[in-house]
């Protein structure tokens, strides 16, 4: 039963970026609060172009295209941690890069989290002729564990 205590911890939150991270966060933030839960806030960048004009970012050689991507991502997950940290839910931050549904339930199934919260849509203008965003329907279909979907921007 301690890897159900365990997984009663942890909740899984998937960001992008988008609008609505910000209110993904701050539902996050009353779960996690009312079942003394922490919070694994996710980033899942999609693998950039390789390009032969490199730079070097914090001891990591990249290319400028994966440059940008890493500062988006740091970005993004820090200005959400700090609402997270505001609200004193206990965080950690996993900057993942590759397919995101993929790496989010790869993430979910390792850490054994209790659920995964994630966003209606996402960031690409092709998921808002869709009901559901792409992302979010294969993370639904292959999640290890109960997902809430956040509605709304």
Aim: proline share 3%.
């Amino acid at each position: 039963m301690s890897w159900l205590r365990q997984a009663l911890e942890r909740i899984l939150v998937a960001i992008d970026g988008s609008k609505q991270s910000e209110k993904i966060v701050e539902y996050s933030c009353q779960l996690a609060a009312k079942m003394s839960s922490s919070i694994i806030l996710t980033y899942v960048s999609r693998d950039p172009e390789f390009m032969e004009d490199y730079v070097e970012i914090q001891g990591r050689t990249l290319n400028r295209k994966a440059a940008k991507s890493v500062e988006l991502a740091e970005s993004v997950t820090t200005k959400l941690a700090e609402k997270v940290e505001a609200s004193g839910i206990p965080y950690e931050v996993l900057l993942e890069t590759g397919d995101p549904a993929e790496k989010i339930v790869q993430n979910a199934a390792e850490k054994k989290v209790a659920m995964i919260v994630i966003g209606l849509k996402g960031l690409h203008g092709i998921d808002k002729i869709m009901s559901l965003g792409s992302v979010a329907r294969k993370v639904i279909e292959t999640s290890p564990c109960p997902v809430v979907v956040v509605t709304g921007s």
